[in-house]
């Protein structure tokens, strides 16, 4: 398990599923795409579009392309 990274600020969170535990799987909340209290990530960082998260349950480190904001598909 890795460590919990020193960026890692609570007022910086996204809520999207973990690869790594899939925690979020049988949440009610998480389901019905509502902001759930539980099972949320750490934002640690993003450039353009893409967001880099770690899961404060298992610790899990991966990127996310979000497809929204800088870096996105253009319309």
Request: overall charge positive.
């Amino acid at each position: 398990m890795l460590p919990l990274d020193p960026t890692a600020d609570i007022g910086r969170r996204a809520w999207v599923p973990c690869p790594g535990c899939r925690d979020d799987r049988d949440c009610a909340a998480c389901l019905d795409g509502r902001t759930c209290p539980d099972h949320w990530r750490y934002l640690l960082a993003n450039k353009g579009s893409r967001l880099h998260l770690q899961c404060p349950n298992c610790t899990h480190l991966w990127a996310w392309e979000s497809g929204f904001g800088a870096g996105g598909g253009r319309i």
